[in-house]
Antibody
Framework: EVQLVESGGGLVQPGGSLRLSCAASGFIFSSYSMNWVRQAPGKGLEWVSYISSTSSTIYYADSVKGRFTISRDNAKNSLYLQMNSLRAEDTAVYYC???????????????????WGQGTLVTVSS | NFMLTQPHSVSESPGKTVTISCTRSSGSIASNYVQWYQQRPGSSPTTVIYEDNQRPSGVPDRFSGSIDSSSNSASLTISGLKTEDEADYYCQSYDPSNRVFGGGTKLTVL
């Protein structure tokens, strides 16, 4: 069974740091790009960051660029999100999500997020 | 960066058909695949449509997706509505360095 399990959420003060983890199982983790997606309480989904299967390509949403760092350890089947300089507006449930994609003669194609974890809640408050 | 715009909410009766739109602000809707996700309260999102119009296994054929280049939009159509379809629905697409979600549409089946 394909499974993603996030951990590391909690309450942190503004300006603080937190590291989220996502443990993957049931599939060949090293073959897939991965993402972090967040959802503030009562709000919609917001993409946070992307990392390719080999970590060669990394992208961030403008709202977190320079503060968050995505990484992965394929030997440990794990995805991470280091969050620094946290703000109240970073309060959200953070999901890790698997992204199948491929290249053909017309270029790069993403098939979206086909597997999501249960999420971990990050609360930034004093 | 582009945006995806969805209606905030739609409602329809059981057994009827509803269509949710998703309009891309810039760039062609046909240039990158569109996905649709269903999210029930307290649960993680699940895919109901990928690659514009493909259904994952286990998703009933009452769910269908399409794109319309003339309006630069994608649509999710759910026919034969059931009360269990009541949920939030999000469209999503991408460009090479971004993944973008629509704001979400709350579907009420009453």
């Amino acid at each position: 069974e394909v499974q993603l399990v996030e951990s590391g959420g909690g309450l942190v003060q503004p300006g603080g740091s937190l590291r989220l983890s996502c443990a993957a199982s049931g599939f060949i983790f090293s073959s897939y790009s991965m993402n972090w997606v967040r959802q503030a309480p009562g709000k919609g989904l917001e993409w946070v960051s992307y990392i390719s299967s080999t970590s060669s390509t990394i992208y961030y949403a403008d709202s977190v660029k320079g503060r968050f760092t995505i990484s992965r350890d394929n030997a440990k089947n794990s995805l991470y999100l280091q969050m620094n300089s946290l703000r109240a507006e970073d309060t959200a449930v953070y999901y890790c999500a698997r992204e199948p994609n491929y290249y053909d003669i017309s270029g790069y194609h993403s098939l979206g997020f086909d597997c999501w974890g249960q999420g971990t809640l990050v609360t930034v408050s004093s | 960066n582009f945006m995806l715009t969805q209606p905030h909410s739609v409602s329809e009766s059981p057994g009827k058909t509803v269509t949710i739109s998703c309009t891309r602000s810039s760039g062609s809707i046909a240039s990158n695949y569109v996905q649709w996700y269903q999210q029930r309260p307290g649960s993680s999102p699940t895919t109901v449509i990928y690659e514009d119009n493909q259904r994952p296994s286990g998703v009933p054929d009452r769910f269908s997706g399409s794109i319309d280049s003339s309006s630069n939009s994608a649509s999710l159509t759910i026919s034969g509505l059931k009360t269990e379809d009541e949920a939030d629905y999000y469209c999503q697409s991408y460009d090479p360095s971004n993944r973008v979600f629509g704001g979400g549409t709350k579907l009420t089946v009453l």
